[in-house]
């Protein structure tokens, strides 16, 4: 397959972009080396290590380097499509012992070093090109979630990730070129805060954006349909070598208890190539939205997360009903009925959260104290659920286990990339309150830790002398004073 070609009919410097990246000489060899590119594409792929620091980024094989300095959270998601292999196998692999979890063949990324990169790429070129490839099944783990619920996630083996992604560097500048501005999740230079902010622009004055529906979509990436989703995905790609790799990554079934379970219906979360699977088909919401039902409302998509704004209650109700017909007729999807709402935000009335904020109109002081008038504006900050989980994480740093810390400074260190990770994604809202708060919490258990640790060791001026300033002074990251309007982020 030849991934200009698949483009020609497009215009415009994103399918542009999206052919140079994908024909790149230092990411992808020409598709002579090998079955649509994609078995050159894994010995290319596959050989590049980012041994760095975690902040820094490959070259970016478009003829300009990368900046090396540290990167914030919006520059980094702005790179995804260019990222090396090792970064996405790791965020990937959630639900194992730490970053290139093991699947089925209990394999991981550190032991395939160990055994030698070049054989084993070169063991899988030979078997993409000769067509004995086989992907394994996945390993089925479970995530958390709030409410004590959990998320299953499937963790494919690290031979399978690297033809995964190989693969989707070859095919996603395709899709590129089709998917609509409404999709955020999971694209190259696009990110949560994008979408965020997409909505506070919409509901920006009074009168507008205030009827929303939150949508939620009962099981996604259990019922997603395998026969539509490549059907879909072979109106774009021609190629039946590649066509048979998707098939097989959907026909590979789930390990869990020792047992592999096969099902005519779902795709497994967690594969590489899993998201850029999960918006291919979502696209025909997002087409037939943007092509018919524009005029009720903006929607905005972050992968199978979605809100559609209205300044109408009738459009309101009218948006629901049309999001419901395209999911059931078209992707034999439904939304579900206890999670989807309809959110009315006039005048502050209520919220709704989306990506990890809670999202609400209020007034304006500042217009209120100099003018006398009442004017609201879309505001986020962190969710009920993101407070929660800083919360825990920071209490699981400072807990009794750690009492063997002999320096504050260490643990201290431990903390602050939880601390500016949670803080980087939160700062481009209206966070000083809860980064606040935050901050509180922090040095509270800090200074308990301390207490706890010196016993009966614990001078009468040792509690009073571990304050805010004390833990600062040794390093500890602030919230408060970071957060920036999105353009200066």
Request: glycine share 10%.
């Amino acid at each position: 397959m030849n991934a200009a070609a698949s483009i020609d009919s497009q215009s415009g410097s994103r399918a542009a972009h999206g052919t140079a990246k994908a024909t790149s000489s230092t990411l992808v060899p020409k598709r002579a080396e090998g079955p649509c590119g994609v078995g050159a594409a894994a010995c290319v792929e596959g050989s590049t290590r980012n041994t760095g620091d975690p902040s820094a980024l490959p070259e970016s094989g478009q003829g300009a380097p990368y900046q090396p300095s540290v990167k914030s959270a919006a520059a980094q998601r702005e790179s995804e499509g260019s990222i090396v292999l090792s970064r996405p196998v790791a965020q990937n692999a959630g639900g194992g012992k730490g970053p290139g979890a093991a699947g089925v063949d209990k394999q991981t990324i550190a032991d395939m070093e160990r055994l030698g990169v070049g054989e084993l790429l070169a063991d899988l070129k030979a078997e993409l090109q000769a067509g004995r490839y086989r992907p394994l099944a996945v390993r089925r783990r479970y995530i958390p979630q709030a409410g004590g619920k959990q998320r299953p996630l499937g963790i494919p083996a690290v031979r399978d990730r690297i033809v995964q992604m190989a693969t989707k560097l070859v095919i996603e500048p395709i899709f590129e070129a089709d998917f609509k501005p409404c999709s955020h999740g999971f694209r190259p230079r696009r990110s949560a805060t994008d979408a965020l902010e997409t909505l506070r622009k919409r509901a920006h004055r009074d009168q507008d954006g205030n009827f929303v529906l939150d949508a939620d979509i009962k099981g996604y990436f259990d019922n997603i349909d395998p026969s539509v989703l490549l059907e879909l995905v072979g109106k774009r790609i021609r190629d039946r070598r590649l066509l048979k790799l998707l098939r097989q990554w959907l026909q590979a079934g789930v390990m869990e208890d020792g047992e592999v379970r096969r099902s005519t219906a779902g795709t497994p979360q967690g594969g590489v190539i899993s998201p850029l699977l999960a918006n291919i088909y979502l696209h025909v919401l997002d087409e037939r939205w943007t092509r018919e039902h524009a005029h009720l409302g903006t929607l905005v998509r972050y992968a199978d997360d979605f809100v559609v704004m209205c300044d109408t209650a009738e459009a309101w109700e009218e948006a629901e009903r049309v999001v419901r017909g395209i999911l059931e007729s078209e992707l034999g999807l439904e939304l579900h009925p206890e999670k989807t709402r309809r959110v009315e935000l006039t005048e502050g009335k209520g919220g709704f959260d989306f990506l990890g904020c809670h999202l609400r109109k209020r007034m304006s002081g500042r217009r209120w104290e100099k003018y006398g008038r009442r004017r609201y504006s879309l505001q986020r900050w962190p969710s009920r659920s993101a407070m929660k989980q800083v919360r825990r994480r920071v209490r699981e740093l400072t807990t009794r286990s750690w009492n063997r810390v002999k320096d504050v400074r260490d643990l201290i260190a431990r903390i602050n990339p939880v601390l500016r990770g949670w803080g980087n994604y939160f700062r481009t809202g209206n966070a000083a309150d809860r980064f606040q708060v935050v901050d509180h919490y922090v040095w509270w258990r800090l200074w308990r830790f301390m207490k706890q640790r010196k016993g009966r060791n614990l001078k009468a001026d040792d509690s009073a002398r571990f304050r805010h300033d004390f833990f600062w002074g040794h390093g500890l990251h602030r919230l408060l004073g970071t957060v920036h309007y999105p353009g200066a982020a």
